[in-house]
């Protein structure tokens, strides 16, 4: 098992966050991340498929990977 970086630590506790306006989020990861949001959802979606991210965050990454889910069978 690898060890998640301290930047996939850093996505999934802004992601954790809570956010009251719209745009604060993306705003957030361009200033503390240093990322666009498009690469920031990129590196969100593959830690929820990591075993590591589901031991560091379970609430948060279960949470995640139901609304996925739920998206997917939308389709």
Known sequence: ???LTDRDR???ALEARPWRTQGAKEQAVREELGISATRYYQLL??????PE???HA?????RLRRI???RRAER
């Open 58 to 62: 379970p609430v948060l990454v279960n």
């Open 1 to 3: 098992m690898t060890e």
């Open 45 to 50: 979606n593959g830690l929820l498929d990591r």
């Open 10 to 12: 850093a996505v999934l």
């Open 68 to 70: 996925r889910e739920a």
């Open 53 to 55: 991210a589901l031991a």
